[in-house]
């Protein structure tokens, strides 16, 4: 059994950071790729970035390319999501989770963290 928790989130200005943070319970976690979606009011939840258990994959959607990175610490059980360059159209309530499947395939993860709000006024 894993648990997730999101921490980070915030009201930031356009142009701004912020880092999230996915903490994890469970001994299994650093077997899981992890990723992160986003859901923005009156839309489907969508694939933001993902990292695989050894960190030598990650994938990115193309509105956050250059923008955004994905890192891990299996050691602490905590992957980052570091996010610069934020626009308000980042605007959404961002979850990880933890699979065994291919980062963008939503009904593939086993677990899913509370969600954590971001903000980015303009």
């Known amino acids: 059994q894993v648990q997730l928790v999101e921490s980070g989130g915030g009201l930031v200005q356009a142009g701004g950071s912020l880092r999230l943070s996915c903490a994890a319970s469970g001994r299994t976690f650093s077997r899981y790729n992890v990723g992160w979606f986003r859901q923005a009011p009156g839309k489907e939840r969508e694939f933001v970035i993902g990292?695989?258990?050894?960190?030598?994959?990650?994938d990115y959607a193309n509105s956050v390319k250059g923008r955004f990175t994905i890192s891990r610490d299996n050691a602490k059980n905590t992957v980052y999501l570091q996010m610069n360059s934020l626009e308000p159209e980042d605007t959404a309530v961002y979850y990880c989770?933890?699979?065994?499947?291919?980062?963008?395939?939503?009904?593939?993860?086993?677990?899913w963290g509370q969600g954590t709000q971001v903000t980015v006024s303009s």
């Open positions: 990292i695989s258990w050894s960190s030598d994959n990650t």
């Open positions: 989770g933890a699979t065994n499947g291919w980062f963008r395939r939503r009904g593939e993860y086993a677990y």
